[in-house]
């Protein structure tokens, strides 16, 4: 329910119109608003709640399961966002809208029914290329939220020079999403260069005692850098999603 609207209800109360038995139960629906299929609830009121609309996860589901939450959201005209899809996932889900976009790469399905305003800049930096996956996971994430998008690739800390090559580009962001596995300690190295939160996505590409991404977690959360936030190990979602809520948010509150 939009402000407006929530407004109004007050005012028919307030003007004796509508009691409030009649106002309870609009608000009541509102903020329990699901479209129910066999396979999933989908909360229609995320939007309006916050900011964006539900987004789903694809890993075990079915494809019928994904094409209810984007048909239901289309007809609500609504933006839809699916992350870990399958390739039979994409290709039923982009035969039933032409429209959509899908990133096989990213393992996402974007489709846009309703514009977004563009607001804020995020980098999402990647330490080797093996990590590329989960970076376009957070670069198509941000993409979907309105912000404008730079993917620097492969800048590790074995090899210094190559992240000091790309460093102008880290300088205009708002948020700089940092993709690492290993040791994870490029959070920290791109920290002391910027002036924006940096959330640190670990991911588990590494030899034996990297231990899936853990070592690299671990690395990320005892970062001495101050503005080192960190996210669960290959979230490029969340990774994408944090930063592009930051970048919003300080890109609207610099121009109201």
Known sequence: MSPETFQEL???WQQGVADWSAIEQTLRASFGATVATPDVQVDMDR????GFPEVVYGAGKTPEAVAAVFQAQFAAGQNSLATRVTEEQA??????????????????????????EVHGRVVVVTAGTSDRPIAEEAVETARWMGCHTDLVIDVGVAGPLRLLAKRDRLQDADAVV???????????????????????VPT????????????????MLNSCAANVAVVNIDAGFKGGYLASMIARQSCTSANP
């Open 10 to 12: 007050v005012a028919r």
């Open 91 to 116: 290709e039923i889900i982009c035969g039933l809208f032409p429209d959509a976009t899908s990133n096989p790469i990213a393992r996402t399905i974007a489709l846009m029914r309703a514009p977004v």
């Open 178 to 200: 940092v993709v690492a596995g290993m040791e994870g300690a490029l959070p920290s190295a791109i920290a002391g260069w910027v002036a924006v939160p940096v959330i640190a």
């Open 204 to 219: 588990s590409v590494g030899y034996g005692a990297n231990l899936g991404g853990f070592s690299a977690l671990l690395s």
């Open 47 to 50: 939007l309006q709640r916050c």
